[in-house]
C-alpha cells in the first residue's frame, strides 16, 4: 500500500474517533439536561442505588448523584424523593420490581421542583412541577452519616446542595462505596455498579496496576468478585482487574478464551510487559 493510501485511511481512522468521542459528548449534556428538567424514566439498568447516594452512570464512566422518586401520584398525596437506599426505598423497589420503570424517575433540578403526572377521579390526568420532601428514611441516614448535634429538618435539606458537592459530609472516608448485598444472579442495575467500582478505583487493575486510560484500554478491565459464596456478593468484596489478572484468579482461566484477552496479550507483549 502506497503511503499516500495509508495517509488516507489514518486520517479516516482519527475523523472516525473524533466523531465517536463528539458523539459521547452530546450524549452526557443530552442526558444532564433531561436530568437538569423533566427527568429520565428508569429501569435501574442505567443507575447505581446504593447507600450513600444514588448514582446516574452517563457514557465514559461519568458520574453524577441524582434524585429518585415516582412520578406519577393521586392528587393530594406527594411522593417522597430519595436520595439513598433507605429501607423505605427497599421496599419500594422489592413490591414494584415489576413495573417501577413506567413511572420511576432520577433528576438533578437545582430549583428540587419533581416533574409529576398528577391522577384524578373522573379527570384525565395532567402534569405539575411540584417541590418535594426527602423521604425520612434517606434523612435519616444522612443525619446519621453527617453525625451533627443538630440534625437537618426536611425543609432545611438542600437537595442541589447534596447532589453537587461530592464531598457533602465532608468526611471522604464516609463514602466507602459499602453498597447493598448483591444477589447471586446480578439485579438489574448490576452493569451500574460495575461502571461506578471502575470508575471508584480510577480504572486501575489492583493486581498490577495497569491503567484503562481511555475507552479501549477500559474494555480490558474486568470486576472481580473475592468471595466465592454465591449468597455474599457484597459490591465491598470487589476488585477492579485487568482481563489478564482476572484469567489468573480461580476458576477463571476460560477468560483467556474470549478475544479481548487475546488482543490484551498481544498489546502488553508490544509494550514490553509481558
Not at 118 to 133: A, M, N, T, V
Not at 242 to 266: L, M, S, T, W
Amino acid at each position: 500500500m502506497s503511503e499516500k493510501k495509508k495517509k488516507l485511511l489514518t486520517g479516516f481512522s482519527g475523523l472516525a474517533k473524533s466523531v465517536e468521542s463528539i458523539q459521547q459528548q452530546t450524549a452526557i449534556i443530552t442526558r444532564l439536561y433531561k436530568l437538569s428538567t423533566e427527568g429520565i424514566f428508569t429501569n435501574l439498568n442505567d443507575v447505581a442505588v446504593t447507600h450513600t447516594g444514588i448514582y446516574s452512570v452517563l457514557p465514559e464512566g461519568v458520574l453524577k448523584k441524582v434524585a429518585f422518586y415516582n412520578s406519577e401520584t393521586e392528587a393530594g398525596k406527594e411522593p417522597k424523593f430519595h436520595v439513598f437506599l433507605c429501607d423505605s426505598l427497599k421496599n419500594i423497589l422489592a413490591i414494584s420490581r415489576n413495573d417501577y420503570q413506567d413511572n420511576y424517575k432520577i433528576i438533578r433540578r437545582k430549583d428540587q421542583k419533581f416533574s409529576l403526572k398528577i391522577l384524578e377521579k373522573f379527570k384525565s390526568p395532567h402534569f405539575q412541577d411540584k417541590k418535594l420532601s426527602i423521604c425520612m428514611f434517606c434523612l435519616r441516614r444522612l443525619n446519621s452519616l453527617i453525625g451533627s448535634e443538630s440534625e437537618i429538618k426536611a425543609d432545611e435539606f438542600n437537595l442541589a446542595g447534596f447532589l453537587n458537592n461530592e464531598d457533602y459530609f465532608g468526611q471522604s472516608a464516609i463514602f466507602t462505596y459499602d453498597y447493598d448485598v448483591i444477589p447471586g444472579s446480578y439485579r438489574k442495575s448490576w452493569q451500574a455498579i460495575a461502571d461506578l467500582a471502575k470508575a471508584k478505583n480510577g480504572f486501575v487493575c489492583e493486581k498490577c496496576g495497569f491503567i484503562g486510560r481511555d475507552k479501549f484500554y477500559r474494555r480490558f478491565m474486568n470486576i472481580h468478585f473475592e468471595s466465592e459464596q454465591i449468597n455474599d456478593k457484597r459490591i465491598d468484596r470487589i476488585k477492579l482487574l485487568c482481563i489478564r489478572c482476572h484469567a489468573e484468579e480461580n476458576g477463571h482461566i476460560d477468560i483467556k478464551k474470549i478475544p479481548d484477552y487475546e488482543q490484551f496479550i498481544v498489546i502488553l507483549k508490544s509494550r514490553g510487559d509481558l
